[in-house]
């Protein structure tokens, strides 16, 4: 903890320190990892090149109509841990720790997922099991070691490592354009060959064509997590408003890149190469098989290697290249490798959020040991032990554990892939779900959306959002919502329908949204509390004003400070606020008796006798004091207008200890019990020490 002037301390905190393009190519690069090159081949494995294209197109339409909502949330909102947020706000405060828990784990399990996918690319090079063990240990430091060194180090290296992604995916491209046009390479011009296959069936898989198409959706899943982080980098963006270009864009930058590399890879592989990955340990499609079952008779000149299941490679290791395929090896190792890093970031600030708000002072043990997750080192400003329990909770043993023969370390891949994949795919659904409601709530009061600060929530004209479909919404947000449900509940469920790896294939698909399900009705017991009603307009107001005072000032900002409780000498105190004994266990204090003391020398107000006592002698000296329309217990920040604590007034019995004239006031008044919050900033300390004497308000009437 730094200390900051009389012995008072900073409470550090995330600092933004993020720019457009590193936001944008954090996004690209968490995005595009292992999924483009191995999930595709075992797509094109089980239902041929038609339905590569159909699989990763569905799904890249599933996540536009996805991003067209979270789009125009996280531009109006720019806040910390805005997908859990959102879903508090709008659908259930539960629900919205679910959700929290489900984001984190997908993040976590995906990178033990890629520490696995990319060891397992070195298998091209021969690499012996020990040293497997040891490459797989330095992937994990490494992607560590990036993470734990600050968010603009962090920031510069993903813009960079984005940018190289970009330009590798440009170059399969054009290599695979190269190959299919006879250029490079010794089996001539491919053409349409492979492509007018379309879509096709692995028997051993599916029964039909349909069937195949259905079970490769899923599977396309994994390629497209992380389109949505860029509401996890919204609040360390070093200029939130400017987050609208990389969240409108981004799902359709990766729906491009997707088709036109995968399109690339499948028009140069037969859909039927036995070099490709297999779906659950089932077999490969047989090549004795018809020539109508095929789509085409495999081709002799093939140079057939089993050295790599990585769709590009087994590309130009086919047509006989030698040096290039070790090259396009390790690219898509850094690839990995740079997914990883983003993934623990993602989860690392998902943790974060999630335990943000315990304190590491609570009476409950349970309580503290979590809030130790919220910990912000003051030198780096990342959150430490976050980070840490995200990178070792399943990264620092499944890859290294030694499996019994009926589970494969391509299956235990699998396994993560697939539960990563359902459990993004849940909260997809959670934002389409809380953007209908937030649409919805809008609708109903959208004659009230007016003034300054309501009426840019005004979607009637829908005009001048952040998203292309802002005009066509609820509906894309509908067919999101639809879509995440189908995929995960039934589709999910087709690769079982031949009863081959049953078992193993309804742990990973079902596991995850019954542990979530048990979770949620635990919380629902635990807190008996309802899920959001859309109620009236003061309900709808309040909760648009409760996101606003979430988002964070624009540039540094100072942190609160906790003064301690034996320097009262700091802060200037009024003669009628001075130390007095602590008030009775019930907290009621007898009229008559001076106001209790709060943290830090903060006092209590004045009474009305006391205040009318002191006013003829102060009015001169008053009128020079800042104003305030009255002594609302609320108090913000100054430069981010967040409501950072509450400024308590006197017990809940009465407010004064004495009647007051009528003159000043009509009858006595109740005040509602504030509670006590112990940070403070200097200014608000002299704020509140003027409002207590210069302004009093009861139900809102001022004295």
Known sequence: MAAVGNGRQLRPSLVRGLGTYQILFITIGGTIGLGFATSSGKVLAISGPGGVLIAFGVVGVVAIAVMEGICEMTVLWPISNAM???????VDRDLAIVVGITYWYTYAVTLAALIIGSADLLSYWNITYPLLNVTLALFLFTVFLINSRGIRLFGWIELFGGIIKVVLVSTIFIIMMCINYGSIGSVGKLGSEFFDDGVRNNPNVATTHLKAVLISIPLA????IGVELVTVTAFEASDPSRLKGPTKHIAYIILAIYMISIGGFVANIEWFNQNLPHFFGQDLVNLNDTDSALGHFPRSDWHNSSRSTAAPVIAVLEVGLETLPGVLTGFLVYSGLSTANTVLYVASRTLYGLTRDLSQTDTNIIVRFFAKLNTVSPTTRIPVWSLVISCIIFSSWLPFVRFHSGYTKDEVQEVLVAVGSVGCVLVWASQCLAFIRYNKWLSIHRHELVGEH?????????????????SLQPIPAYIGLISCLVIVFV??????????????KALTVYLGPGLLTVIFIALKLWHRRSYVKLGSWEALRATLTTLNSLIEGRGPLPTPVTPP???THDIPIHPYQQPSPPPPPNGHIPNGNTPS???????????AEQLAAMRPSNSQHLQHEPSHASMDSRSYSPLTRDLEYELPVSPATEVHSEPVPASMLEGRRKSERVSDVSTYTRDELERARLRSY???SVRGERI
């Open 84 to 90: 859990i947020e959102f879903v508090r706000a709008f």
């Open 221 to 224: 899943i994994f390629s497209y």
């Open 454 to 470: 309501m009426e840019r929530f005004q979607r009637w004209p829908q005009t001048g959002f952040s998203s292309y479909a802002a």
């Open 491 to 504: 589709l999910n469920s087709v690769s079982m329908w031949n009863g081959d790896q049953l078992r193993l």
């Open 565 to 567: 409780a034996n320097h």
């Open 597 to 607: 003391t709060l943290p830090g020398g903060i006092m209590m107000p004045p009474t």
């Open 694 to 696: 210069g302004s009093l």
